[in-house]
C-alpha cells in the first residue's frame, strides 16, 4: 500500500478519486458485445498467419489504457486514437517478423537479461512506468519491487475497491512493460547483429574524410535540358514499353490502393442559427446577473465552459475570457460578446477573486476498515493520536503507508471537471493552514490530511463564463441533406458527378492511390463506412449519402480506379517515363550538337549557354547548380577525381549537359582523426540496419484488412 501511495502520488488527480474503465472488461468482453457476430472474424494476415480481429481488438484496448494511464486521461482524440490503431498493428506485424527471424537464428531474450535491464534502470521503456524516483526521475527499481509484492499479497489485504481497481490496472501496465521490454532487447539484438556485419575499418575512415573534406572549386558551363522546345522529339509507345520493362521493380505497390472522386459537404449554421444563439446568450446573461445557484444554473446554459466552485487561475479560462476578468467588476455581468476565435457568443460574471497557494505540499493517511462505522472510529483515534503529539510517518507506517509528504500544484487540477469528492478534497487543502491536521471523510474512507507548506501565491478567480459556440439548427441540417441527397440521387454515375457538381454548387475532390488503413476519407472523422465502401466496390460506382463528421458532413464518393497489388500498370505512370525518354532525346540532341566542342570557352559561346562558379564542391555532397535548379551527383564525382586547370569532356546531368573546369582543390582545416571516423561510419551502419524492417516487410506476405472493423 506504501508503494501504492508513492506511485499515485505521481498522477494528475488525487489518491482514492482516481477511476478509470476495468481493464478486464475491455480487453473481454467487450469485444463480445460489440461484434455479436458468430465464428473468427480476421482482419489480415502475416506470413500466411491470420491474425483475429479479437486479438486485435484486445492488443489495442491494451494499448489504449495504458496511454491513458500514463497521461493521466479517461478518454482519447479521434486523432489519438487512430494513431495508437497504427502502432498497435505495426507493432505487432514488427514482433511477428523479428521473432520468426530470431527463431531462425536461435536469438533469445532470457529473464535473467530482463531482470539485468530492470536493475540497471536505464532503459528508455523504463523511464515512462511511474516507477521512478521523486527526486532523481531515474527508474526505481525498489520501487517496483515492493510494488510487485504488494500486487502478488493483494488478496490477502483488506483494500477499498479504488485500490484493487488501480493495483490491476498497475499490474496490468507492468505486465504490458515487461513484454514490451522483452520484444524491445530482441529487436535490439537482432539489429546489433545485421550492425555487426557492417563494420567499420581505416580505409573506409580515410576515403570517408576525404569525401567530406576535399573540396573542389569549378568553373561550369551548361546547356540546360529546358531550353530545348523542339516538337519534332517524340517519345514512343516502345520507347515507353522499353524504359517501363527497364525499370519496373520501382513501380511495384504491395498494398492495393484506389483513385477516388468525392463530395464533402459541409454543414455550416445559417445567420437564422447566429440569431438564434445570440437571442439565447442574451437571455442568459440577463438571467446570469440573479442566479443564486450558479453551478446548477451554468449547466443549463449549455456552456463549453465548466463552472469551478473553486478558484483557478486566469489562464485557464479561455483566451477571450481571460484577457477580459480583470476590467470586470466583481459581481457584474460582461455581454453578451462575439469571439470570432471560435465563432462563439459569451457572457461571463466574476463572482469571485482570491490570492491562493499555487503549490501545496500535504501527507495522509488513508483509512479504510470493514464497516463505516469501524473506518470512522479507527480515524477518530488517530486523528486523536496525532493531535496530542504522536509521530505521523510512524502512525503512517503502523497502517501500511509511508506518511511521506506531496505537492499538489494547481496544474494537476486546474481546467478539469471535478467530481465532489475531488472538491472537498482539493478545497480542504486550500483551506488549511499550515500543520494545521483534517479528519476528512471521504466516501466509505477517511483521510488524515497535514498541509506541510504553501508556496507561490497567486490570484485566481471564480468566473462564472458562457460560451456558446454557433450551431447550425436541426432545421439547416435537414435542408442542406435534402438538397444534397436530392443531387446524389440525380447524379449515380461517376461521369454525371463530374459533369454536374459544380453547376450545382458542389465541388468534385480526388484522391489517388487512396489505402483501407488510411482511417478516413477526406480526413473527416465518422467515414469507416464510406471506407468500406470504397474498398468493395467497383470502378465507376458511386456511393450513398453518408453522414459523418461531429455530425457535420455529408459525403458521397465514386471509385474511380482500382490499382492492385502488384505492378502499376503503364498506363498509370506513362505520363512520367515519357518525360524521361524526351529527357533522354534532349541529352542526346545537345551531345550530337556539340561533339565538336573541345574547350569550354567554345561551348559558353553557344546559343543557351549558361555559366557559374561552383564552389566547395565534396565527393559526399551532391552539387546544386542554381542555374539549372537542379542536384548534379555526377559533377560531385567528376570534380573529385579531376585535376585542377582540366577541362572535362561534356557530362549528361540530370538537368543538363556540362562541362567544367576544376579550378582550384583544398582541403578543409579538420585534421584526419581515424577513431572519430569509424565511430561515425559505425553509427551509419545502425542507421542503415534500422531499415531491416522495411526488408522483412518486402519479404513478407502481409494483409491488412482492419479496415473492415476497425
Known sequence: MATLQKIRSKGPLLVIVIGLALF??????????????????????????????????????????????????????????????????????????????????GLKVSDAEIQAVIDEGSHPLLLQTPFRNTQTGAFDKDMLKKFLVEYANMANMQLPAQYVEYYQQMGNFWNFVERTLKQSLLAEKYQALLVKSLISNPVAAEDAFAARTQQTDVLLTAIPYSVLTDTTLVATNDEIKALYKEKKETFKQSIETRDIKYIDVLVTPSEEDRAAILNEVTEYANQLAEATDVAAFIRTTGSTVPFSTIAINKNVYPSDIAARIDSVAIGEVYGPYYNQADDSYNAMKVLAKETIADSIQFRQIQVYADTEDKTVALADSIYDALKKGADFAELAQKYGQTGESA???????????????????????????????????????????????????????????????????????????????????????????????????????????????????????????????????????????????????????????????????????????????????????????????????????????????????????????????????????HASKSEVDKVSAPIKGTSGIYMMKVLNKENNAEEFDAKKEETTLSSMAIRYASNFINDLYEKAEIKDNRYIYF
Open 24 to 105: 478486464a472488461f475491455v480487453a473481454g468482453d467487450a469485444w463480445k458485445a460489440l461484434q455479436p457476430h458468430q465464428g473468427r472474424q480476421d482482419i489480415g494476415e502475416i506470413n500466411g498467419e491470420s491474425v483475429s480481429a479479437e486479438e486485435y481488438q484486445t492488443l489495442l484496448d491494451e494499448y489504449t489504457e495504458v496511454i491513458k494511464l500514463s497521461q493521466g486521461v479517461s478518454a482519447l482524440g479521434d486523432e489519438q486514437y487512430a494513431a495508437i490503431k497504427d502502432q498497435v498493428w505495426q507493432t505487432y506485424v514488427n514482433d511477428k517478423l523479428i521473432s520468426a527471424e530470431a527463431e531462425k537464428l
Open 407 to 637: 505537492w499538489l500544484t494547481a496544474a494537476q487540477y486546474e481546467g478539469s471537471a471535478l467530481d465532489e469528492e475531488n472538491t472537498t478534497y482539493i478545497k480542504t487543502l486550500l483551506n488549511s493552514k499550515v500543520k494545521e491536521l483534517t479528519n476528512l471523510k471521504l466516501g466509505q474512507a477517511n483521510i488524515i490530511l497535514q498541509v506541510m507548506d504553501k508556496k507561490e501565491a497567486k490570484d485566481k478567480y471564480q468566473v462564472a463564463a458562457i460560451k456558446r459556440p454557433v450551431e447550425f439548427s436541426k432545421e439547416t441540417y435537414n435542408k442542406a441533406y435534402n438538397e444534397f441527397s436530392q443531387f446524389v440521387a440525380q447524379n449515380t454515375t461517376l461521369d454525371q458527378l463530374v459533369a454536374n457538381a459544380e453547376e450545382s454548387g458542389y465541388r468534385l475532390l480526388e484522391r489517388a492511390d487512396f489505402r483501407n488503413n488510411e482511417h478516413r476519407v477526406g480526413g473527416v472523422n465518422g467515414t469507416q463506412d464510406a471506407l468500406r465502401w470504397v474498398f468493395d466496390a467497383k470502378e465507376g460506382e458511386v456511393s450513398p449519402l453518408y453522414e459523418c463528421g461531429e455530425n457535420n458532413h455529408l459525403m458521397v464518393v465514386a471509385v474511380e480506379k482500382i490499382n492492385p497489388e502488384g505492378y502499376r500498370n503503364i498506363n498509370a505512370v506513362a505520363e512520367m517515363l515519357r518525360l524521361e525518354v524526351m529527357q533522354e532525346k534532349k541529352a542526346e540532341k545537345i551531345l550530337a550538337s556539340i561533339k565538336d566542342v573541345t574547350t569550354i570557352e567554345q561551348l559558353q559561346a553557344m546559343e543557351d549557354a549558361v555559366t557559374d562558379t561552383i564552389k566547395h564542391i565534396t565527393f559526399s555532397a551532391p552539387a546544386y547548380v542554381a542555374m539549372t535548379y537542379g542536384s548534379e551527383p555526377v559533377l560531385s564525382a
